[in-house]
């Protein structure tokens, strides 16, 4: 298994890998850059990766530019694109552009390591969300549409 991590900061690379090798002992082949410009260097000479771990704000681009790039140039390749977002709207943009999953920086490292587990063992991760509660019943809505106070 050959991974790619992308990211800009140094102990982000360290603990990824380490949680690549805790997954995959000395089995994967763990490549990592810091930087889109050389990612895209890397890539034109070598694109041949199980899985890629992109950060989505490096020092010199953004990480959707760079995922939507490496989806179109490379549709096969498994992107999952890590943040340090955990809003429903970034996930769901992710997925769009092709990733396969999303991982928010502020995950616990129980569900972090689990999660990379799935990617790594072929599957798809998105974390979950509470899409809300329950409607109120129509009759707490006024004629606007709007709820209307209690009275």
């Given at each position: 298994?050959?991974?790619?991590?992308?990211?800009?900061?140094?102990?982000?690379?360290?603990?990824?890998?380490?949680?690549?090798?805790?997954?995959?002992?000395?089995?994967?082949?763990?490549?990592?850059?810091?930087?889109?410009?050389?990612?895209?260097?890397?890539?034109?000479?070598?694109?041949?990766?199980?899985?890629?771990?992109?950060?989505?704000?490096?020092?010199?681009?953004?990480?959707?530019?760079?995922?939507?790039?490496?989806?179109?140039?490379?549709?096969?390749?498994?992107?999952?694109?890590?943040?340090?977002?955990?809003?429903?709207?970034?996930?769901?943009?992710?997925?769009?552009?092709?990733?396969?999953?999303?991982?928010?920086?502020?995950?616990?490292?129980?569900?972090?390591?689990?999660?990379?587990?799935?990617?790594?063992?072929?599957?798809?991760?998105?974390?979950?969300?509470?899409?809300?509660?329950?409607?109120?019943?129509?009759?707490?809505?006024g004629s606007t549409g709007l709820r209307s106070?209690?009275?």
């Open positions: 298994m050959r991974i790619l991590i992308v990211d800009d900061h140094p102990l982000a690379l360290i603990a990824w890998s380490a949680m690549v090798r805790d997954h995959c002992g000395d089995t994967a082949e763990i490549i990592t850059l810091t930087s889109a410009g050389g990612l895209r260097q890397r890539l034109a000479d070598d694109h041949d990766f199980d899985l890629m771990l992109l950060d989505s704000q490096l020092w010199d681009g953004n990480g959707l530019a760079l995922l939507k790039e490496c989806h179109r140039r490379f549709p096969d390749m498994r992107i999952v694109l890590v943040s340090e977002s955990d809003q429903f709207s970034d996930v769901i943009n992710a997925i769009d552009l092709g990733a396969v999953g999303f991982l928010s920086k502020r995950s616990s490292i129980p569900t972090l390591r689990q999660a990379l587990g799935l990617l790594i063992e072929g599957g798809v991760y998105v974390p979950p969300f509470d899409l809300g509660t329950p409607l109120p019943s129509a009759s707490s809505w106070s209690p009275s």
